[in-house]
């Protein structure tokens, strides 16, 4: 029988105050995949993302994790279940250090020689500013306390954003680690293809509603264009 979803969103309303950006938005993401979700600048990417990690709350609809009713559940208890957003921001002090950064989220030093292993560019600038490494650097630092302690459901709101085709190859590879080791990963951009590259299943994101969700393998490139643009 077809498993359970690991996360499912039904009929999710969610915005700010009287603006509503997601407008009844239905999601089913399967345990061990990698879902790319696509969509133009203001179509509610980091809005979705925000409402799964229970950062915004739903207006009306439904949240489920493992079958699980958490649409009422703040943040902190998501994140106990195993649900992780790395936000646009990257989410790191850049007044810290790597090595601070890093104390913050891994007490043990033996978890910190892990990251600084699978990272050498990180090791290398341990005593460096974080506000001060570069776009690929900070992703990684934004990415190291999950290698370290595999989420069930990873989110990351525009992991390539502003970075190199090569160093977003890098990021990419963290985030296939993170995929072999268990994680379940729904990638928000905004272009496609890097994380093509990784993903089983793409969905595009229209005016705070999904348009269409397809296996990587039958994607059709017209569909893929306007994604990007923002049409249906
Ligand atoms: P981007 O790539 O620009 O981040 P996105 O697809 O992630 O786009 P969202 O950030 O979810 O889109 O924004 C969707 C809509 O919600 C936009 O019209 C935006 O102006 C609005 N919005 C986002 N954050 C807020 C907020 N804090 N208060 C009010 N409106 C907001």
Known sequence: SAASPLLELRGVRAGYGEVEVLHGLDLAVTSGGVLALLGANGAGKSTLCRTVAGLTSCGAGKVLFRGEDVTAAPAHERSRLGIVLVPESRGIF???????????????????????????????????????????????????????????????????????????????????????????????????????????????????????????????????????????
């Open 94 to 232: 850049p007044s810290l250090t790597v090595e601070e950064n890093l104390q913050l989220w891994l007490r043990e030093q033996s978890l910190r020689d892990g990251v600084y292993d699978r990272f050498p560019n990180l090791a290398a600038r341990r005593g460096v500013e974080a506000g001060n490494l570069s776009g690929g650097e900070q992703q990684m630092l934004s990415l190291a306390p999950f290698i370290a302690r595999p989420p069930a459901l990873l989110l990351a709101d525009e992991p390539t954003l502003g970075l190199s085709v090569k160093v977003a190859g890098e990021v990419l590879a963290a985030l296939r680690v993170l995929r072999d080791e268990g994680t379940t990963l729904i990638l928000v951009e905004e272009k496609a293809q890097e994380v093509l590259t990784l993903a089983d299943e793409v969905g595009a994101l229209s005016l705070g509603r999904l348009q269409w969700l397809r296996a990587a393998a039958d994607l059709d490139p017209d569909e893929l264009t306007s994604a990007y643009l923002g049409g249906a």
